[in-house]
Protein backbone atom coordinates (compact mmCIF):
# COMPACT_ATOMS: atom_id res chain seq x y z
CA UNK A 1 0.00 0.00 0.00
CA UNK A 2 1.45 3.37 -0.95
CA UNK A 3 2.21 5.74 1.30
CA UNK A 4 -0.11 8.43 1.45
CA UNK A 5 -0.54 11.77 2.70
CA UNK A 6 -3.40 12.29 5.00
CA UNK A 7 -4.90 14.55 2.54
CA UNK A 8 -4.55 12.63 -0.50
CA UNK A 9 -7.90 10.53 -2.09
CA UNK A 10 -7.67 7.36 -0.47
CA UNK A 11 -9.94 4.10 -1.69
CA UNK A 12 -11.39 3.15 1.65
CA UNK A 13 -13.36 6.09 1.99
CA UNK A 14 -13.83 6.87 -1.82
CA UNK A 15 -17.40 8.13 -2.11
CA UNK A 16 -18.32 4.98 -4.20
CA UNK A 17 -19.76 4.50 -7.86
CA UNK A 18 -23.40 5.30 -9.01
CA UNK A 19 -24.23 1.63 -9.16
CA UNK A 20 -22.56 -0.51 -6.83
CA UNK A 21 -20.06 -2.95 -8.01
CA UNK A 22 -18.25 -5.94 -6.23
CA UNK A 23 -14.45 -4.83 -5.33
CA UNK A 24 -11.96 -5.50 -7.89
CA UNK A 25 -9.62 -8.37 -6.64
CA UNK A 26 -6.20 -7.23 -7.63
CA UNK A 27 -6.49 -3.26 -8.88
CA UNK A 28 -7.38 -0.60 -6.72
CA UNK A 29 -10.80 1.09 -7.98
CA UNK A 30 -9.11 3.74 -9.04
CA UNK A 31 -7.14 1.04 -11.43
CA UNK A 32 -10.43 -0.40 -12.45
CA UNK A 33 -11.30 3.81 -13.18
CA UNK A 34 -8.14 4.21 -14.78
CA UNK A 35 -8.49 0.76 -17.42
CA UNK A 36 -12.02 1.14 -18.32
CA UNK A 37 -11.38 4.37 -19.80
CA UNK A 38 -7.94 3.24 -21.45
CA UNK A 39 -10.04 0.66 -23.16
CA UNK A 40 -13.33 3.33 -24.00
CA UNK A 41 -14.19 3.99 -28.06
CA UNK A 42 -13.74 7.84 -26.47
CA UNK A 43 -9.95 7.16 -25.54
CA UNK A 44 -9.53 5.25 -28.48
CA UNK A 45 -10.96 8.14 -30.64
CA UNK A 46 -8.57 10.96 -29.24
CA UNK A 47 -5.72 9.75 -31.67
CA UNK A 48 -7.47 11.04 -34.78
CA UNK A 49 -8.61 14.75 -32.62
CA UNK A 50 -6.83 17.70 -33.10
CA UNK A 51 -4.99 19.59 -30.68
CA UNK A 52 -3.80 22.68 -32.44
CA UNK A 53 -3.22 21.22 -35.93
CA UNK A 54 -6.21 19.30 -37.83
CA UNK A 55 -5.17 15.59 -37.81
CA UNK A 56 -3.81 15.35 -41.73
CA UNK A 57 -1.54 18.02 -41.42
CA UNK A 58 1.31 15.91 -39.93
CA UNK A 59 1.95 12.71 -38.06
CA UNK A 60 4.41 14.72 -36.17
CA UNK A 61 1.80 17.01 -34.52
CA UNK A 62 0.04 16.70 -31.09
CA UNK A 63 -3.24 15.07 -30.75
CA UNK A 64 -5.35 14.75 -27.90
CA UNK A 65 -4.48 11.34 -27.73
CA UNK A 66 -1.26 12.22 -26.86
CA UNK A 67 -1.54 14.97 -25.43
CA UNK A 68 -3.72 13.21 -22.61
CA UNK A 69 -0.68 10.70 -22.41
CA UNK A 70 1.69 13.67 -21.58
CA UNK A 71 -0.86 14.86 -18.99
CA UNK A 72 -0.96 11.97 -17.46
CA UNK A 73 2.89 11.74 -17.05
CA UNK A 74 3.10 14.98 -15.35
CA UNK A 75 0.22 14.09 -12.73
CA UNK A 76 1.37 10.74 -12.00
CA UNK A 77 4.95 12.44 -11.48
CA UNK A 78 3.75 15.36 -9.04
CA UNK A 79 1.03 13.32 -7.31
CA UNK A 80 3.87 10.56 -6.06
CA UNK A 81 6.33 13.82 -4.98
CA UNK A 82 3.03 15.12 -2.68
CA UNK A 83 2.10 11.95 -1.89
CA UNK A 84 -1.08 11.74 -3.29
CA UNK A 85 -2.73 9.28 -5.29
CA UNK A 86 -1.04 8.24 -8.22
CA UNK A 87 -3.77 6.09 -10.11
CA UNK A 88 -6.51 8.62 -9.81
CA UNK A 89 -4.61 11.43 -11.29
CA UNK A 90 -3.53 9.32 -13.84
CA UNK A 91 -6.87 8.60 -14.39
CA UNK A 92 -8.43 12.09 -14.33
CA UNK A 93 -5.68 13.06 -16.71
CA UNK A 94 -6.51 10.78 -19.35
CA UNK A 95 -10.11 11.62 -19.07
CA UNK A 96 -10.31 14.94 -19.34
CA UNK A 97 -10.69 15.67 -23.13
CA UNK A 98 -12.70 12.76 -23.63
CA UNK A 99 -15.96 14.64 -24.62
CA UNK A 100 -13.38 17.36 -26.88
CA UNK A 101 -15.33 17.60 -29.99
CA UNK A 102 -13.42 17.06 -33.43
CA UNK A 103 -11.42 20.58 -34.74
CA UNK A 104 -10.25 21.41 -31.54
CA UNK A 105 -11.39 24.69 -29.35
CA UNK A 106 -13.10 25.64 -33.08
CA UNK A 107 -14.94 22.32 -33.02
CA UNK A 108 -16.27 23.27 -29.49
CA UNK A 109 -17.20 26.85 -30.21
CA UNK A 110 -18.80 25.90 -33.57
CA UNK A 111 -21.12 23.18 -31.47
CA UNK A 112 -21.73 25.56 -28.36
CA UNK A 113 -23.18 28.36 -31.36
CA UNK A 114 -25.38 25.38 -32.78
CA UNK A 115 -26.50 23.96 -29.31
CA UNK A 116 -27.01 27.85 -27.95
CA UNK A 117 -31.01 27.40 -27.72
CA UNK A 118 -30.85 24.09 -26.69
CA UNK A 119 -28.96 24.15 -23.37
CA UNK A 120 -25.29 24.58 -24.93
CA UNK A 121 -22.17 22.26 -25.47
CA UNK A 122 -19.34 22.40 -23.28
CA UNK A 123 -16.34 19.55 -23.80
CA UNK A 124 -15.71 19.36 -19.75
CA UNK A 125 -19.33 18.39 -19.48
CA UNK A 126 -19.10 16.42 -22.37
CA UNK A 127 -16.41 14.19 -20.84
CA UNK A 128 -18.88 13.43 -18.09
CA UNK A 129 -21.66 12.79 -20.06
CA UNK A 130 -19.42 10.27 -22.14
CA UNK A 131 -18.29 8.83 -18.83
CA UNK A 132 -21.34 8.39 -17.34
CA UNK A 133 -23.93 7.72 -20.29
CA UNK A 134 -22.58 7.17 -23.95
CA UNK A 135 -20.05 4.63 -23.39
CA UNK A 136 -22.12 1.43 -23.87
CA UNK A 137 -19.06 -1.88 -22.88
CA UNK A 138 -21.02 -2.84 -19.50
CA UNK A 139 -24.34 -5.08 -18.93
CA UNK A 140 -24.72 -3.82 -15.38
CA UNK A 141 -25.01 0.30 -16.02
CA UNK A 142 -24.77 2.92 -18.96
CA UNK A 143 -21.14 4.70 -19.09
CA UNK A 144 -18.70 3.62 -17.56
CA UNK A 145 -19.93 3.92 -13.63
CA UNK A 146 -16.75 5.88 -12.46
CA UNK A 147 -16.27 6.33 -8.92
CA UNK A 148 -17.07 10.09 -7.24
CA UNK A 149 -13.28 10.73 -7.09
CA UNK A 150 -12.66 10.27 -10.66
CA UNK A 151 -15.85 11.95 -11.83
CA UNK A 152 -15.07 14.69 -10.09
CA UNK A 153 -11.67 15.42 -11.19
CA UNK A 154 -13.23 15.24 -14.76
CA UNK A 155 -15.65 18.11 -14.01
CA UNK A 156 -13.43 20.73 -13.52
CA UNK A 157 -15.59 23.90 -13.92
CA UNK A 158 -19.83 24.45 -14.81
CA UNK A 159 -22.02 26.55 -14.62
CA UNK A 160 -24.27 27.27 -11.34
CA UNK A 161 -27.71 26.15 -13.53
CA UNK A 162 -25.92 22.71 -14.80
CA UNK A 163 -24.48 21.69 -11.74
CA UNK A 164 -28.07 21.33 -10.32
CA UNK A 165 -28.80 19.02 -12.56
CA UNK A 166 -25.62 17.03 -12.04
CA UNK A 167 -26.37 15.76 -8.06
CA UNK A 168 -23.51 15.14 -5.83
CA UNK A 169 -20.89 15.77 -8.84
CA UNK A 170 -22.13 19.03 -9.36
CA UNK A 171 -22.24 20.26 -5.55
CA UNK A 172 -19.15 21.84 -5.24
CA UNK A 173 -20.17 24.06 -7.46
CA UNK A 174 -23.28 25.36 -5.46
CA UNK A 175 -21.20 25.39 -2.42
CA UNK A 176 -18.51 27.29 -4.13
CA UNK A 177 -15.96 24.12 -2.98
CA UNK A 178 -13.01 22.41 -4.64
CA UNK A 179 -11.99 18.88 -5.79
CA UNK A 180 -9.55 17.09 -4.55
CA UNK A 181 -5.69 17.19 -4.70
CA UNK A 182 -5.17 14.90 -7.65
CA UNK A 183 -7.92 16.68 -9.73
CA UNK A 184 -5.95 20.40 -8.59
CA UNK A 185 -2.79 19.03 -10.10
CA UNK A 186 -4.43 17.47 -13.69
CA UNK A 187 -5.83 20.72 -13.64
CA UNK A 188 -2.69 22.58 -13.56
CA UNK A 189 -0.49 20.08 -15.22
CA UNK A 190 -2.83 20.31 -18.14
CA UNK A 191 -2.12 23.91 -18.47
CA UNK A 192 1.84 23.04 -18.17
CA UNK A 193 1.34 20.31 -20.86
CA UNK A 194 -0.51 22.02 -23.89
CA UNK A 195 1.57 25.90 -23.28
CA UNK A 196 5.06 24.44 -23.72
CA UNK A 197 3.85 21.49 -26.11
CA UNK A 198 2.39 24.41 -28.46
CA UNK A 199 5.80 26.32 -28.75
CA UNK A 200 7.04 22.42 -29.67
CA UNK A 201 4.57 22.21 -32.78
CA UNK A 202 3.81 25.42 -33.65
CA UNK A 203 8.27 25.85 -33.79
CA UNK A 204 7.89 22.59 -36.11
CA UNK A 205 5.15 24.14 -37.82
CA UNK A 206 6.90 27.24 -39.21
CA UNK A 207 4.15 29.31 -37.60
CA UNK A 208 7.00 30.36 -34.56
CA UNK A 209 10.58 31.44 -34.26
CA UNK A 210 12.57 31.50 -31.48
CA UNK A 211 13.80 35.29 -32.15
CA UNK A 212 10.01 35.89 -31.57
CA UNK A 213 9.70 33.10 -28.46
CA UNK A 214 12.87 35.09 -27.17
CA UNK A 215 10.69 37.96 -25.64
CA UNK A 216 8.79 35.46 -23.04
CA UNK A 217 10.31 35.46 -20.14
CA UNK A 218 10.09 31.60 -19.35
CA UNK A 219 11.45 31.33 -22.72
CA UNK A 220 14.41 33.42 -22.87
CA UNK A 221 15.77 32.47 -19.63
CA UNK A 222 15.74 28.61 -20.86
CA UNK A 223 17.05 29.82 -23.62
CA UNK A 224 20.14 31.63 -22.71
CA UNK A 225 20.85 28.75 -19.66
CA UNK A 226 21.29 26.26 -23.00
CA UNK A 227 23.14 28.32 -25.45
CA UNK A 228 25.72 28.97 -22.31
CA UNK A 229 25.51 25.79 -21.74
CA UNK A 230 25.84 23.98 -25.54
CA UNK A 231 26.59 26.27 -27.53
CA UNK A 232 26.86 24.39 -30.88
CA UNK A 233 23.82 22.26 -30.78
CA UNK A 234 21.70 21.93 -33.55
CA UNK A 235 18.44 24.37 -33.56
CA UNK A 236 15.56 21.05 -33.30
CA UNK A 237 17.74 19.54 -30.35
CA UNK A 238 17.92 23.13 -28.94
CA UNK A 239 14.32 23.96 -29.17
CA UNK A 240 13.76 20.38 -27.22
CA UNK A 241 15.94 21.24 -24.38
CA UNK A 242 14.75 24.47 -23.75
CA UNK A 243 10.88 23.28 -23.84
CA UNK A 244 12.05 20.44 -21.53
CA UNK A 245 13.52 23.15 -18.79
CA UNK A 246 10.78 24.76 -19.20
CA UNK A 247 8.51 21.84 -18.49
CA UNK A 248 11.00 21.08 -15.44
CA UNK A 249 10.58 24.39 -13.70
CA UNK A 250 6.91 25.04 -14.24
CA UNK A 251 6.51 22.17 -12.58
CA UNK A 252 8.87 22.14 -9.74
CA UNK A 253 7.81 25.77 -8.95
CA UNK A 254 3.96 24.46 -8.58
CA UNK A 255 4.76 21.65 -6.45
CA UNK A 256 7.07 24.09 -4.56
CA UNK A 257 4.31 26.22 -4.01
CA UNK A 258 1.60 23.77 -3.02
CA UNK A 259 3.97 22.25 -0.51
CA UNK A 260 4.47 25.81 0.98
CA UNK A 261 0.45 26.11 0.60
CA UNK A 262 -0.23 22.25 2.76
CA UNK A 263 2.31 23.19 5.23
CA UNK A 264 -0.03 26.37 6.29
CA UNK A 265 -3.28 24.46 5.70
CA UNK A 266 -2.01 21.43 7.27
CA UNK A 267 -5.50 19.53 6.24
CA UNK A 268 -6.42 16.52 7.62
CA UNK A 269 -7.86 15.00 4.91
CA UNK A 270 -9.41 15.44 1.39
CA UNK A 271 -12.92 16.81 2.69
CA UNK A 272 -10.70 19.81 4.20
CA UNK A 273 -8.59 20.11 0.69
CA UNK A 274 -12.62 20.21 -0.40
CA UNK A 275 -13.91 23.05 1.73
CA UNK A 276 -11.46 25.66 0.68
CA UNK A 277 -12.81 28.52 -1.81
CA UNK A 278 -9.67 28.96 -3.18
CA UNK A 279 -7.83 25.75 -4.67
CA UNK A 280 -4.36 24.36 -2.87
CA UNK A 281 -2.36 23.68 -5.26
CA UNK A 282 -1.26 26.00 -7.35
CA UNK A 283 1.84 28.38 -8.93
CA UNK A 284 3.75 31.16 -7.05
CA UNK A 285 2.93 34.47 -8.47
CA UNK A 286 6.27 35.28 -10.56
CA UNK A 287 5.31 31.82 -12.04
CA UNK A 288 1.79 32.39 -13.07
CA UNK A 289 2.28 35.83 -14.28
CA UNK A 290 5.03 34.03 -16.52
CA UNK A 291 2.70 31.33 -17.87
CA UNK A 292 0.13 34.03 -18.66
CA UNK A 293 2.52 35.73 -20.69
CA UNK A 294 3.20 32.59 -22.60
CA UNK A 295 -0.43 31.57 -22.70
CA UNK A 296 -0.82 35.38 -24.55
CA UNK A 297 1.72 35.06 -26.40
CA UNK A 298 0.34 31.80 -28.06
CA UNK A 299 -3.25 33.32 -28.75
CA UNK A 300 -2.02 35.85 -30.76
CA UNK A 301 1.01 34.32 -32.23
CA UNK A 302 -0.06 30.69 -32.93
CA UNK A 303 -3.78 30.34 -32.33
CA UNK A 304 -4.96 32.99 -34.20
CA UNK A 305 -1.87 32.87 -36.93
CA UNK A 306 -3.55 33.14 -40.18
CA UNK A 307 -3.05 29.38 -41.25
CA UNK A 308 -4.46 27.81 -37.97
CA UNK A 309 -7.34 30.29 -38.61
CA UNK A 310 -7.91 29.05 -42.02
CA UNK A 311 -8.48 25.75 -40.99
CA UNK A 312 -10.16 26.33 -37.86
CA UNK A 313 -12.91 28.69 -39.91
CA UNK A 314 -13.49 25.22 -41.82
CA UNK A 315 -13.58 23.51 -39.31
CA UNK A 316 -16.61 25.56 -38.50
CA UNK A 317 -18.38 25.51 -41.51
CA UNK A 318 -17.97 21.98 -41.20
CA UNK A 319 -19.73 21.23 -38.47
CA UNK A 320 -22.40 23.70 -38.66
CA UNK A 321 -23.27 21.83 -41.37
CA UNK A 322 -23.47 18.49 -40.05
CA UNK A 323 -25.60 19.77 -37.06
CA UNK A 324 -28.06 21.65 -39.20
CA UNK A 325 -28.54 18.74 -41.77
CA UNK A 326 -28.67 16.29 -38.80
CA UNK A 327 -30.81 18.31 -37.22
CA UNK A 328 -33.32 18.62 -39.67
CA UNK A 329 -33.57 15.21 -40.94
CA UNK A 330 -32.28 12.53 -37.89
CA UNK A 331 -33.01 9.91 -40.81
CA UNK A 332 -29.29 10.96 -42.06
CA UNK A 333 -27.64 9.33 -38.43
CA UNK A 334 -26.51 5.91 -38.40
CA UNK A 335 -29.52 3.54 -36.76
CA UNK A 336 -28.46 3.43 -33.67
CA UNK A 337 -27.70 7.59 -33.20
CA UNK A 338 -31.39 7.67 -34.77
CA UNK A 339 -32.90 5.64 -32.42
CA UNK A 340 -31.24 7.48 -29.29
CA UNK A 341 -32.07 10.98 -31.21
CA UNK A 342 -36.37 9.44 -31.04
CA UNK A 343 -35.91 8.67 -27.47
CA UNK A 344 -34.28 11.76 -27.02
CA UNK A 345 -36.73 13.78 -28.33
CA UNK A 346 -39.49 12.09 -26.75
CA UNK A 347 -37.95 12.24 -23.19
CA UNK A 348 -36.81 16.03 -23.99
CA UNK A 349 -38.11 17.18 -26.82
CA UNK A 350 -36.27 19.74 -29.11
CA UNK A 351 -33.60 20.03 -26.93
CA UNK A 352 -33.29 16.30 -26.56
CA UNK A 353 -32.99 16.14 -30.49
CA UNK A 354 -30.35 18.48 -30.43
CA UNK A 355 -28.06 16.90 -27.43
CA UNK A 356 -28.43 13.95 -29.63
CA UNK A 357 -26.72 15.44 -32.21
CA UNK A 358 -24.84 16.93 -30.84
CA UNK A 359 -23.24 13.53 -28.48
CA UNK A 360 -22.71 11.91 -32.37
CA UNK A 361 -20.79 15.03 -33.79
CA UNK A 362 -18.55 15.38 -30.85
CA UNK A 363 -17.58 12.25 -31.11
CA UNK A 364 -16.17 12.32 -34.49
CA UNK A 365 -12.60 12.37 -35.44
CA UNK A 366 -11.48 14.97 -37.60
CA UNK A 367 -11.06 12.56 -40.61
CA UNK A 368 -14.55 11.43 -39.88
CA UNK A 369 -16.05 14.33 -39.82
CA UNK A 370 -14.79 15.62 -42.94
CA UNK A 371 -15.85 12.28 -44.43
CA UNK A 372 -19.64 12.95 -43.26
CA UNK A 373 -19.21 16.28 -44.68
CA UNK A 374 -18.49 14.64 -48.02
CA UNK A 375 -21.13 11.65 -48.04
CA UNK A 376 -23.98 14.32 -47.10
CA UNK A 377 -22.85 17.29 -49.22
CA UNK A 378 -20.69 15.84 -52.23
CA UNK A 379 -23.27 15.37 -55.05
CA UNK A 380 -20.06 12.95 -56.12
CA UNK A 381 -20.88 10.57 -52.57
CA UNK A 382 -23.55 8.28 -53.16
CA UNK A 383 -23.05 6.21 -50.09
Known sequence: MPDFAAYAAQEQHSRGRRVAEDKPVYRTEYQRDRDRIIHSAAFRRLEYKTQVFVNHEGDMFRTRLTHSI????????????????????????????????????????????????????????????????LEERYAAFRGLNLTFEAREGILKHCSLSNAKLLGDVGQ???????????????????????????????????????KQLREIKLFDAQYTQVKQTYPELAERRMTHEIIRRMINVTAIDLIDTTRRQLAQLKPANIDEIRRQSQPTAGFSEAMRDMNHELKQFLRHNLYRHYRVHRMTSKASRILSALFDAFLNDIGLLPHDHQTFARQYAEQHGDSGRARAVADYIAGMTDRFAITEYERIFNPAELT
Open 172 to 210: RFIDKHQPGLEAQIVNLADQIAYNNHDVDDGLRAGLLSI
Open 70 to 133: EVAQLSRSIARILQLNEDLAETIALAHDLGHTPFGHAGQDALNACMKEYGGFEHNLQSLRVVDE
